[in-house]
């Protein structure tokens, strides 16, 4: 029983039936590996081990692993450039990396930032500051998974709104597609056009809130009805606003039915007072509920679709330059969507 004791001191997890924290140690030293594998499994830590940077990748790969312990100096691929590596990709961007090496100038270290490291142990190390660092990033990580996975509700109930409803089948995804091609096409950089492809997906999950009865009404909607459909973009934004990621997207959810001549809801905002990443969205919006088939009509061919949009841009509904530049983008064949292009749905 003593042993049994042993083996599992100090690791609540086991306790708790949690997921042992998935650790990959690269070093081409088979003694600094396993000395760090007897360290970290003493502590409850699942030991992955990989002996060059391409073994890391691969490693990485197969295990989705939690944390990295990496070596510098590996033969192949070194250390600086299997962190840049897994920093540049999406799925391993958030991993944490902690560098050990026997490097310690300023000139490495200043490498390492570069290359994306979270942190850097010195050789020999010192295990209680090793364990303390592991730790630390531990907790971090966690709270990355668990931020992650709150967003990924939120983008899940959004597509599921969209999926359950016949009329609106994949508009928030077409939305969220055309919408960042559009914010591509008059240059905006790709960190926006990510944003606004988020804010699309999101745009309508305001809707949860509004009665189904009323969404799909056929004919025209009474005064109280149109009152309840507007409401949906400030339930929106109130559903996105407690979590830290959604803070850009807040603007666009909540101005996407705003108009540039100001007859727009919630706000009544005009002109470029009305954020862009919104501007660009109504247009889309309205492009993709005019060519699909509504409660209320039947489909509009997408050359009919602009010609309407025009005519209201007349009016002073949209903003002429960006819908100018959404009729050059649907002429160029830009705006067409083909199977594959939304199909992993959640953005990254």
């Known amino acids: ?99 050990i090496t026997a490097l310690n100038s300023v000139e490495d270290k200043v490498r390492g930032i570069e290359a994306g490291a979270d942190d850097f142990i010195t050789k020999p190390f010192q295990k209680p500051e090793l364990l303390a660092r592991v730790k630390s990033f ?26 359950n409803d016949p009329y609106t089948h994949g508009h928030s995804q077409r939305v969220a597609e055309l919408s960042k091609r559009l914010a591509a096409h008059i240059g905006l950089p790709p960190h926006e056009q990510e944003i606004i492809k988020k804010a699309g997906i999101l745009h309508d999950i305001g809707k949860i809130a509004t009665d189904k009865g009323v969404l799909h009404k056929p004919g025209a909607l009474d005064g109280l009805e149109y009152r309840h459909v507007r409401d949906h973009p400030v339930v929106g934004e109130k559903i996105c606003r407690p979590l830290k990621f959604a803070k850009p997207l807040l603007p666009i959810i909540r101005g996407h039915h705003e108009k540039y001549n100001g007859t727009g809801y919630p706000d009544g905002l005009a002109g470029k007072d009305i954020p862009l990443g919104a ?70």
């Open 138 to 163: 531990e907790r971090m990580k966690g709270l990355l998974d668990e931020l992650e996975n709150a967003q990924n509700v939120l983008f899940s109930l959004a597509l599921a709104l969209d999926y």
């Open 279 to 348: 501007r660009i969205m109504a247009i889309v919006d309205v492009y993709d509920a005019l060519t699909s088939v509504r409660p209320y009509r039947s489909d509009i061919p997408p050359e009919v679709a602009i010609e309407v949009m025009k005519a209201e841009a007349v009016k002073g509904y949209w903003d002429m330059e960006l819908l100018d530049a959404f009729t050059e983008l649907l002429k160029s064949g830009g705006c067409e969507i083909k199977e594959g292009d939304m199909e992993e749905g959640i953005p990254d």
């Open 1 to 99: 029983m003593e042993s049994v004791a042993h083996k599992y001191k100090g690791d609540d997890r086991a306790h708790a039936g949690v997921p042992a924290t998935k650790i990959l140690v690269v070093d081409d030293n088979l003694q600094n590996v396993e000395l760090l594998e007897g360290l970290l499994a003493s502590r409850g830590y699942e030991v992955i081990k990989a002996f060059n940077g391409r073994e890391a990748l691969k490693k990485v790969e197969e295990v989705a692993p939690d944390i990295i312990l990496l070596d510098v100096l590996m033969p192949h691929i070194d250390g600086y450039e299997v962190c840049r590596r897994l920093k540049a990709r999406d799925e391993t961007k958030l991993v944490p990396v902690i560098m």
